[in-house]
């Protein structure tokens, strides 16, 4: 695809229950991150990937929060028994590489509501 | 931790006026990045400027240029001839390999 896809765009799910988001890169892009962002605040650096590998996983917010990527393209942000604080915008992007100046290229986001 | 700092919420200006974002950070290392990343209505957050840490000069993109003040840590993004398009919040970010800092935004409005 053209550039980084996000799915579902919205998703509204009950207290407890668990979700699965999930972001298509940018072709040939190695690096993958994702962030969640509040209402009316800056991105939460969540965790990024370097291929299928996550170096440093301290950035999830508590332990109910795992990704994975498979195949070094589609990656997937579980929230398991998820709570009202969770409630947010998870964007994801990706780069060609994993270097400081790499310009990331961002998705649409998914934007979540637990009730 | 390093930290970036957005100071002000909200700006506004007027069409065809030039307005002026603020950002500081705080860091201890001598190499690292510095981008202006702007997110309209639809969410989609868009690089609007990139600044490497070891260049002097400021980077410059069309309208858009920033003021990087290295041993002020320092790194406001400069919108010249402001258009009703720019209307968006803007995130100052930092990076380095291994650490990704953004702002808290700043919410611009563009007055026609």
């Known amino acids: 695809g053209a550039g980084v896809s996000q799915s579902p765009s919205n998703k509204v799910t009950e207290k407890g229950k668990d979700v699965e988001l999930r972001c298509d890169p940018i072709?040939?892009?190695?690096?993958l991150y994702w962030y969640r962002q509040s209402l009316g605040q800056g991105l939460e650096f969540l965790i990024y990937?370097?291929?299928?590998?996550?170096?440093?996983k301290s950035g999830l917010p508590s332990d109910r929060f795992s990704a994975e990527r498979t195949g070094g393209s589609v990656s997937t942000l579980t929230i398991q028994r998820t709570q009202q604080e969770d409630s947010a915008v998870y964007l994801c992007?990706?780069?060609?590489?994993?270097?400081?100046?790499?310009?990331?290229?961002f998705g649409p986001g998914t934007r979540l509501l637990v009730l | 931790a390093q930290t970036v700092t957005q100071s002000q919420p909200e700006m506004s200006v007027q069409e065809a006026e030039t307005v002026t974002l603020s950002c500081t950070y705080d860091?201890?290392?001598?190499?690292?990045?510095l981008f202006w990343y702007k997110q309209p209505p639809s969410r989609q957050m868009i690089l609007v400027i990139r600044?490497?840490?070891?260049?002097?000069q400021n980077a410059t993109e069309n309208r858009f240029s920033v003021n990087f003040q290295k041993a002020a840590k320092s790194f406001s993004l400069k919108i010249s001839d402001s258009q009703l398009g720019d209307a968006a919040m803007y995130f100052c970010?930092?990076?380095?390999?291994?650490?990704?800092?953004f702002g808290a935004g700043t919410r611009l409005t563009v007055k026609p």
């Open positions: 072709s040939g892009h190695t690096a």
């Open positions: 990937f370097q291929g299928n590998s996550a170096p440093d």
């Open positions: 860091t201890s290392e001598s190499d690292y990045y």
């Open positions: 992007a990706s780069s060609l590489g994993f270097q400081g100046g790499e310009t990331q290229y």
């Open positions: 600044q490497e840490a070891y260049k002097q």
């Open positions: 970010a930092y990076h380095t390999n291994n650490d990704m800092r």
